[in-house]
DNA sequence: GACTTTCATGTAATTTAATTACATCGGAAT
DNA sequence: ATTCCGATGTAATTAAATTACATGAAAGTC
């Protein structure tokens, strides 16, 4: 709960002097947190170890603690929530609400990500002697977009939307060759059989999928991704957005660990490039 | 602008030990703003007036203003600032980068995105008798994301990521298709004929690419989005993370536009996907 | 109804933090 | 090589916040 709420919640616990002391925070808060506590007890018309006590009372730690918690509560910034778009939004509500609950999601997966498992997932990956992307649906564009980035580093890296391709490949892989299932919900019984059949032949198999699904305990590393979106229901859009931000993450961590000299590659790539896009300067003006 | 982004932005102009101090505010913004003048300046190796001096090159009016704003800049609970991966990044610290600046390139985007521009589109694509999504490279699996979101709208929906056969495409569009070209940089020679094409064959071009880019010039209709990225240097992160969001924001608006009656054919497309899932209580306990 | 107790509040002293003024060092330009 | 300027640190000063203590008002007790 923020300060404000905080105030207005307890008005009614303050004391006579509090409450005059609320009163004016309440009214001018803008001004309050550029204000000495001493400008604030004369505004209040109370003594300033009042004001003081007042802080303390809503859980800070003084005046100074107090004005940076309140600048908090009045910083003008979008709150970040999920909010669900309804049957009668317009393209305005609609389009805010997508762009805040893609973001609240990445916070949250930002939050539970786990460091040491992208690490290891990196180990692996440069170590690879082919790298391969499996999806299906939703999660098959993020397996293209994986295969597009990992390409660049100059590994052999494939990746199938099909089933029998899957298959194949994966029954063809062997040790030294890495996996990488892409599942939000996990529950993808192809997608299992793929991972299981990878694993049988020795392949590492890398989940990027739910904690504890059926698809993960066929794994041998599960990047897990705590977005709260249900793809039996919905349209998958967070979720795959979140899985599209582990994919940079683990390109950025194959790039730094391959070190300096290896970066000419993607020079040379990025130089491939030129020719078939038009010159930045060529349409200025 | 908040601090953060500002403190990110004049980098350069800092000199030597205003960089260290940077360095440790932007490491842990949550503890600086919980630290006195002396305790940060320890921790950045510097001494007390260096930091200030900091404050002070940043507009603020000395240390404790300096972590109001600060503060306030912390408001969401995350920075949302662009940082750039370092060479020397740890796992955790390039983690934290690319969730922030993917953030941040969203709000960036959110910002500055045109609603009636949308609105158009979507007009567009529900009257649509075809739809096209066309992408080369990175933005190609956006296209494929596009192609199976709307392909649950029961609407005539082709995606190609082969310049021979997004043409052949693009020859054969007349009236009421619509051709949705994918191009952060909007610089790509293939996609721009292709929207050349496609235009002279009369059908309606969305372009999902930079204002006033070659590619924008060939469009009916341009969805641009603000995303500080150069893609000619790096490899597309943000860049096409906002262009899924803006694809959801597109089938959303979609959806939204053909009423209740039609939101039966999702819940059939949704049914015809349980077969291929493992039910989500079999793996519990 | 006077006395005591307790709680709220204010005053003044103390401590802590931040800022300013000044000195020193190092690098760039002459 | 010397001088000058900018950057940085040290020490003094000022400002701010907090603590300790004193006063006064309200409630309860004898």
């Not at 939050?111 to 997932?121: E, G, H, L, S």
């Not at 499996?134 to 994986?146: C, K």
């Not at 730094?256 to 030129?274: A, I, Y």
């Amino acid at each position: 709960m923020n300060v404000l709420e905080k105030i207005v919640n307890s008005v009614n616990s303050f004391s006579k002097s509090e409450r005059k002391v609320a009163d004016v925070i309440l009214a001018n808060p803008q001004i309050t947190i550029h204000s000495s506590i001493a400008a604030l007890a004369k505004m209040a018309d109370v003594s300033e170890p009042t004001v003081n006590r007042f802080c303390r009372r809503l859980d800070t730690k003084g005046f100074p603690d107090f004005k940076l918690h309140l600048a908090q509560s009045l910083a003008n910034g979008t709150p970040y929530v999920n909010r669900h778009v309804e049957e009668d939004d317009g393209p305005d509500a609609y389009t805010a609400k997508i762009f805040e609950s893609t973001m609240a999601a990445l916070d949250a997966a930002r939050q539970n990500v786990d460091i040491i498992t992208i690490n290891r997932a990196v180990d692996v990956l440069t170590q690879a002697k082919k790298i391969s992307f499996f999806g299906l649906g939703a999660s098959a564009s993020v397996a293209h977009d994986a295969q597009n980035k990992f390409f660049r580093f100059n590994v052999p890296v494939v990746c199938f939307d099909d089933i029998v391709m899957q298959r194949m490949s994966a029954i063809n892989s062997s040790e030294g060759d890495v996996v990488v299932c892409i599942s939000h919900t996990g529950r993808t019984k192809n997608l299992c059989d793929i991972a299981t059949i990878a694993r049988e032949n020795d392949a590492t198999v890398i989940g990027i999928t739910a904690q504890d699904s059926p698809l993960a305990k066929e794994c041998t590393l599960v990047l897990s991704l705590e977005v709260p979106e249900d793809t039996d229901m919905y349209m998958p859009m967070a979720s795959r957005v979140a899985q599209l931000v582990l994919i940079d993450i683990l390109a950025t961590g194959f790039t730094l660990r391959r070190g300096s000299k290896f970066r000419e590659n993607l020079k040379k790539v990025k130089d491939s490039l030129r020719g078939s896009r038009f010159d930045k300067k060529d349409y200025h003006g």
